[in-house]
């Protein structure tokens, strides 16, 4: 029987280290997401402020009719 249970528990370090292995890769694929959406949030600030800032200047009136006209 104690032979048994030492099957067992090394069984069970095994899935342990496996689980840890795998969270160890889960985490870094997060940050490595978290890092892509906080780049993604600058760019899409940035692209606000050029936007607005095109939207409120003057645009010099109007185009000139073509030389056809």
Known sequence: MPDNIEKR????????????QTIDSLND?????????DELENQLQHLQ???TTKHDQPTGGEDPP???Y
Not at 29 to 37: G, R
Request: no cysteine.
């Open 49 to 51: 402020a050029l936007l």
């Open 9 to 20: 528990v090394q069984k069970l370090e095994e899935m342990l280290s496996y689980q840890e």
């Open 29 to 37: 694929v997060i940050i490595e997401q978290q890092s892509q959406l």
């Open 66 to 68: 073509p030389p056809h």
